[in-house]
């Protein structure tokens, strides 16, 4: 094989592959359709990154709302002012958006708002990966504080680490590489296969038992309904910054 067919060959696989972290989120956001249904907002959802799609059928009626007009979506709005009317909504995906918002407890807040009672909010938010201006990246979130964030307004019935340390590392040399611009990056590109078996040490038992290696991840994926028995209703700011939703 020539040195261009093999430049070729790695350009045409680099262009396919997704970080780790995407990956993470694809596969777990397709784990979750089954919990899509009915009226169903997908916030932040314009730029369509990653191979993920909700799932259509007659049953469900799905909107995208985002705050960038130029990504074409359904509704063009910020999340701290979703224009919904209240307890309309079955499904809300909210997938890699909290982190680029300046009051993420107020977005928690909106989201509430207007599910129903038993609504699915389906959530991904990063943790230990690069910054991506969105246009801003205000925040990273702990376990703790996105469970204290939904608490008691929400009841979470999947949570997950999205990758442990090994995931973290092959994220971190994968995701510059087959998204660098430079011509360099051709020399990394027999790396990929490697960064493939080192991501894979997180299946390991040795790995998800260790205290050390566990306590690293690219993020979380959750599922949690809204309780039935929580207030539906506008918020103060008190409650906006505690991340209670409160009338």
């Known amino acids: 094989m020539t040195s261009v067919k093999i430049s070729s060959y790695f350009t045409i696989h680099v262009i396919k592959m997704r970080s780790y972290r995407r990956i993470h989120i694809d596969n777990d956001l397709a784990s979750a359709s089954k919990y899509i249904r009915g009226t169903t907002?997908?916030?932040?959802?314009?730029?369509?990154?990653?191979?993920?799609?909700?799932?259509?059928?007659?049953?469900?009626?799905?909107?995208?709302?985002?705050?960038?007009?130029?990504?074409?979506?359904?509704?063009?709005?910020?999340?701290?002012?979703?224009?919904?009317?209240?307890?309309?909504?079955?499904?809300?995906?909210?997938?890699?958006?909290?982190?680029?918002?300046?009051?993420?407890?107020?977005?928690?807040?909106?989201?509430?708002?207007?599910?129903?009672?038993?609504?699915?909010?389906?959530?991904?938010?990063?943790?230990?990966?690069?910054?991506?201006?969105?246009?801003?990246?205000?925040?990273?979130?702990s376990d703790t504080k996105l469970k204290d964030m939904l608490n008691p307004t929400f009841e979470i019935e999947h949570f997950k680490k999205q990758g442990l340390f090994f995931t973290v590392i092959a994220n971190s040399i994968r995701d510059p590489i087959i998204n660098s611009k430079s011509q360099l990056r051709f020399l990394a590109y027999p790396m990929l296969p490697l960064l493939d078996a080192v991501r894979h040490l997180d299946s390991f038992d040795f790995v998800k038992s260790s205290r050390l290696l566990s306590a690293y991840t690219t993020g979380f994926f959750l599922v949690a309904k809204r309780r039935a028995d929580s207030v539906q209703a506008g918020t103060t700011d008190e409650s906006v910054n505690g991340g209670t939703c409160h009338a």
């Open 41 to 141: 907002l997908n916030i932040g959802g314009g730029r369509k990154l990653g191979r993920f799609r909700a799932p259509e059928s007659e049953s469900i009626i799905h909107t995208v709302l985002d705050i960038d007009p130029s990504l074409n979506p359904d509704v063009t709005c910020d999340a701290h002012n979703l224009p919904i009317q209240t307890g309309t909504v079955d499904t809300v995906i909210a997938s890699e958006l909290l982190e680029h918002c300046a009051n993420p407890n107020k977005v928690i807040c909106e989201i509430s708002r207007v599910l129903k009672s038993g609504g699915t909010l389906i959530l991904t938010v990063p943790f230990m990966v690069r910054l991506h201006r969105d246009p801003d990246d205000f925040y990273r979130f």
